[in-house]
């Protein structure tokens, strides 16, 4: 089989896609790559590993052409919050990283996954059950990126023929890899916080709703929509998907009933929060489960108990290395 590329594979979706991803296809058929430059022990763990910055297109092409790649997987991205900091840098590495890839993807007929975020929506967007074609004026940086992305993969499908898709993900939840400087992070930090100090002090405030979805069901969307039959799909990029609709206030309380005694006290950071109020509060993503037939396992109580679960394995694991 041609191999499949992931790039930003470093980060919280890479950590747990490029695992999956080499179960199902073999650990050589799926090359793992980030702008990081890893030791050679660090490189080897996770071989087969490269050094690629996917704003430099002689990169990317290099590596389509070694490894014979049939399927890019691009992660290479900043984040809401980090994108914020530095709208330029933003743009440089959401856009002209996307646009790198989709240039060597036409060369070579790779097929391309391209993840979009609640993030491409905006204030003038039904915040509830949010459709899957609506109002999409962000005011952020990550977001316009995130919305220019949608529409340059389907220019590169219907003007060149490049089998592009792309999930509107929601605020992802994992305890593999911490997440990378978004706006939705608080939900991780308030696992760790509660099982390492029992208590927590949350930068959005206790009644801000968002999407979120636990990890596992991420991957699997991500994988089962690039193995759809081409024919299903209405709406190549990018399908709203989501698994619980969540306030900070909420996720506490379903913590708490699994730690006694657990607090979370609100500090607001005002960056953040103005990201949170300018996106939906829930997705419809009645589009995904008619196409391809997405169905997320975890919702709010599952995932808790799971996360939890791994987390205390994972954290008692550190403490007795
Ligand atoms: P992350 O920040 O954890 O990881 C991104 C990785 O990209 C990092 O390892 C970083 O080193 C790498 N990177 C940065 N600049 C690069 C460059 N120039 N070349 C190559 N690599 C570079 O992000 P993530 O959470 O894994 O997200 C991956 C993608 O999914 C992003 O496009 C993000 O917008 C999208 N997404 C994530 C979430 C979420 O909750 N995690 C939600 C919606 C969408
Ligand atoms: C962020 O908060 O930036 C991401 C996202 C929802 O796109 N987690």
Not at 39 to 67: K, N, W
Not at 74 to 96: C, G, I
Not at 157 to 164: L, V
């Amino acid at each position: 089989m041609a191999t499949i590329l992931v790039t930003g594979a470093l980060g919280q979706i890479g950590a747990e896609l490029v695992p999956a991803l080499r179960a199902r296809h073999g650990v050589d058929n799926v090359i793992a790559t980030d702008l990081k430059v890893l030791p050679p022990s660090g490189a080897a763990a996770i071989a087969p590993y490269g050094h690629l910055d996917c704003t430099e297109p002689h990169q990317l092409h290099e590596a389509v052409r070694r490894y014979d790649v049939g399927t890019i997987y691009h992660l290479a991205a900043l984040l809401s919050a980090s994108a914020e900091a530095a709208p330029q840098l933003a743009w440089s590495v959401n856009m002209n990283g996307l646009y790198n890839v989709l240039e060597v993807a036409r060369g070579y007929g790779c097929q391309v996954f391209f993840p979009s975020s609640i993030g491409a929506f905006g204030p003038t967007t039904p915040r509830d059950a949010t459709p899957q074609v609506t109002v999409q004026r962000p005011t952020t940086i990550y977001g316009v990126t995130k919305v220019a992305g949608e529409l340059l993969c389907d220019y590169y499908a219907s003007r060149f023929g490049i089998d592009t898709r792309g999930l509107r993900l929601p605020g992802l939840i994992s305890y593999v890899a911490a997440p990378g400087g978004g706006t939705t992070d608080y939900a991780v930090e308030m696992f760790y916080h509660a099982v390492r100090y029992g208590r927590y002090t949350c930068f959005l405030s206790a009644d801000t709703r968002l999407d979120m979805m636990y990890m596992p069901d991420a991957i699997t969307a991500m994988m089962d929509l690039m193995a759809a039959e081409s024919g299903r799909l209405r709406y190549r990029n990018a399908y709203n998907v989501a698994a619980m609709s969540v306030t900070p206030a909420e996720l506490a309380a379903a913590i708490a009933r699994h730690v006694p005694g657990f607090t979370v006290d609100f500090e607001i950071d005002p960056v953040r929060q103005a990201i949170a109020d300018s996106w939906p509060r829930s997705l419809d993503d009645s589009a995904a489960h008619h196409d391809w037939g997405f169905a997320p396992r975890y919702d709010l109580e599952a995932m808790t108990t799971d996360m939890l679960a791994r987390l205390k394995t994972k954290l008692a694991a550190a403490r007795n290395r």
